[in-house]
């Protein structure tokens, strides 16, 4: 089955970065071939898309986060990373990766203001 663990998660005052990173192990297949993504889900809330990164390395970014977070993977290291600069409280939330429909178990950022 497959593994995703996240980290980097934290607490960090508004208008601070985080890096979040999600390695990924007993894959079926290369991770290369893989359409890789990061959610998060607030309290009360449903999951929501936050960015995603396909095989290809193609981008897509939900509207709230676009030109503050960036998606990238290194396949050479099975890891997807998620760089969050000029962090919301309303960024707040449980970050989860996805990996073929498989999810980790989730990272908690919360940002203070």
């Known amino acids: 089955q497959v593994q995703l663990v996240e980290s980097g998660g934290g607490l960090v005052q508004a208008g601070g970065s985080l890096r979040l990173s999600c390695s990924a192990s007993?894959?079926?297949?290369?991770?290369?071939?893989?359409?890789l993504g990061w959610f998060r889900q607030a309290p009360g809330s449903q999951r929501d898309l936050v960015a995603t990164?396909?095989?290809?390395?193609?981008?897509d970014y939900g509207d709230s986060v676009k030109g503050r977070f960036t998606i990238s993977r290194d396949n050479a290291k099975n890891t997807v990373s998620l760089q969050m600069n000029n962090l919301k409280p309303e960024d707040t939330a449980v970050y989860y990766c996805?990996?073929?429909?498989?999810w980790g178990q989730g990272t908690q950022v919360t940002v203070s203001s």
């Open positions: 996805n990996l073929g429909g498989q």
């Open positions: 007993r894959l079926i297949f290369p991770f290369s071939r893989y359409n």
């Open positions: 990164i396909g095989s290809g390395g193609r981008t």
